[in-house]
């Protein structure tokens, strides 16, 4: 009983925390606030979170608590480790970087030629809408059930967006600036290298975005169809069946920091590369 | 449009016969091996023949696949347990359900986002931080988590579906609840509309162009959300336990047919939301 009013008045304190905070930001929007807002918003979830399962008296097997996941993620950093390697470096990134890879020549290909460019992009787009990961399977049955097997379904799930995306910042450019290239008599290269892929970064840098998470999901659920004994996916199929959900949940919180991670240092790329771009300035302005 | 039928039919037309060329590639191996257990010589005919007309191989060539889903969805029952239509309307289900309370849960927290700065605060950076994680990794623990409460059957597949489709919602509605210039709202408080008025006549209506995209990245997401939350469940029924049971057995041709069931139906949802779409805005003299 202690712990659930514990978890109420927790509840009640992070609430308020927040309606105060909000209002002294309605002044200048500074950043601290804007950072401690949400963080308090999370810390008092997995607070509230703790008391109620302790309270209720919930089973480990269903739901555990923060601070056991927390512990058993402290034991087994060792397991984890190997996990994410297995996961995330050899079949995520390798297929991330494939897959883009590839995603970019085609649309720098599919550019130059309209009729493919016409042929090509609907079906794309239709591509892109589909659930790609039941090609998962068929994949593991090609490449085994190692790495490779993942890093190809990674391939193939961030190929269509990863180009649809490209193919459209490579129009991005104005037709005057491109007919001031040609007042300059630069050529189809040199127009491309200082022009339009330049500008065209912005595009690329979104589609970069949304397929770091797809490149994790797609190399995760992959090892449902077959994998090594090791792995982010094959540890939580396995877990769920022993019912070690705190180790599951470890692996869930791996994921997380991965998939934030990778997505950060993207975003901290594009900073570095789209610096020109308005929404870029915007944010820099209000730091 | 009309322009682009002929690429669009080009391209396709080359994917097939790149297909075909693939099945020859993929399945020779097998061919040969029985070819010279048997001791007879293949021609390069009997080989081609032999590679197109494989039970379990490597690659089905697109007949095998057609008459496939021709046998599955036509020529059986829509009761029978291997009909293809069967399992088709488990995954739709459990699509639309999860779909509907997905974009209600999105359009929910955008309103509330709108209106609320606490929420906008502290919500949105958790909705954006809740789509790193991936998500779909953790489908088979929900599934057993839900199982082990009673709940069983329609509902945790739908749950996954709602997770994966309430982010692109939210987003797109934020933006579009967003997106009435200030004089239009300034206009709104010359003639004293109340903020509900506010809301019915000015910020809803014009937020629908962002709702309706936004719900073609739901469904899409949706279906997948559907498909693998079935894997988990032991195989029992829809398009993903088809996925499972085909690559356990090998039955390659049953895999490719689901898959191409799936697209199918991805194709027809977001098809239909486009319709309704281009109809609704139409009638509200927006498009």
């Known amino acids: 009983m202690a712990w659930i009013v514990a978890g109420i008045v927790a509840w009640g304190l992070g609430l308020w925390a927040n309606v105060r905070l909000a209002r002294l930001a309605r002044l200048p929007r500074s950043r601290a606030t804007g950072l401690a807002v949400p963080v308090i918003f999370g810390v008092t979830l997995l607070v509230i979170w703790e008391c109620f399962v302790r309270g209720l008296g919930v089973p480990s097997v269903i739901l555990p608590p923060p601070s056991a996941i927390a512990t058993r993620f402290a034991a087994a950093t060792h397991i984890l480790w190997e996990d994410f390697v297995q996961t995330a470096i050899k079949g995520a990134l390798t297929g991330y970087v494939l897959g883009c890879g590839a995603a970019f020549l085609t649309a720098l290909a599919i550019d130059r030629f309209p009729f493919l460019q016409r042929g090509l992009l609907p079906v794309g787009n239709f591509v892109a809408a589909l659930p790609i990961i039941g090609m998962a399977p068929i994949l593991v049955m090609w490449f085994g059930f190692d790495w490779q097997s993942k890093a190809a379904v990674v391939v193939v799930m961030v190929f269509f967006p990863m180009l649809v995306n490209t193919v459209e910042g490579l129009q991005a450019s104005d037709r005057m600036q491109r007919d001031l290239m040609r007042t300059y008599a630069a050529g189809y290269w040199q127009t491309l290298i200082k022009l339009r892929l330049p500008a065209a970064m912005p595009f690329v840098f979104n589609g970069l975005k949304i397929t770091t998470t797809l490149a994790l999901i797609g190399a995760i659920v992959a090892e449902f169809f077959g994998s090594p004994i090791k792995g982010m996916g094959f540890r939580i199929s396995t877990s769920v069946g022993q019912l070690a959900l705190d180790l599951v949940w470890a692996e869930i919180v791996v994921a997380a920091i991965a998939g934030s991670a990778f997505f950060g240092a993207v975003a901290l790329l594009e900073r570095a590369i789209t610096f020109w771009h308005p929404s870029q300035r915007a944010r820099a302005g209000q730091t | ?287």
């Open chain 2, 1 to 287: 449009m009309k322009r682009s039928v002929l690429p669009v039919l080009t391209v396709v037309l080359a994917l097939l016969v790149i297909w075909y060329g693939a099945a020859v590639w993929l399945n020779a191996a097998w061919a040969q091996d029985r070819a010279t257990r048997a001791g007879v010589e293949l021609s390069l005919a009997e080989l081609v023949a032999d590679t197109w007309a494989q039970d379990k191989p490597k690659l089905p060539a697109p007949h095998q696949v057609a008459v496939e889903l021709w046998e599955t969805t036509v020529e059986k029952k829509i009761t029978s347990k291997r009909s293809l239509v069967y399992h088709s309307w488990i995954t739709l289900s459990a699509t639309l359900l999860g779909f509907a309370l997905g974009t209600a849960l999105g359009i929910a927290l955008a309103v509330g986002i709108v209106y609320n700065r606490v929420m906008d605060m502290s919500v949105m950076p958790w909705v954006i931080a809740s789509q790193t994680i991936p998500i779909l990794a953790i489908a088979p623990m929900i599934i057993v988590v839900l199982n082990a409460v009673g709940i069983s059957g329609l509902l945790p597949k739908a749950m996954i579906s709602m997770y994966l489709s309430f982010f692109p919602v939210v987003v797109g509605m934020v933006k579009g609840l967003r997106s009435p210039a200030i004089m239009q709202l300034d206009q709104m408080k010359t003639w004293n509309a109340s903020p509900a008025q506010t809301f019915w006549k000015l910020r809803l209506p014009s937020s629908l162009p962002y709702l309706f995209t936004s719900m073609k990245v739901a469904m899409a997401a949706s279906l997948v959300g559907a498909i693998v939350g079935e894997l988990p469940t032991g195989a029992v029924a829809g398009l993903g336990a088809r996925l499972l049971a085909g690559s356990y057995y090998g039955q390659t041709i049953q895999i490719w047919s689901a898959l191409f069931m799936a697209a199918a139906l991805a194709a027809v949802l977001v098809g239909l939301i486009g319709l309704v779409q281009r109809l609704v805005l139409k009638r509200m003299g927006m498009a």
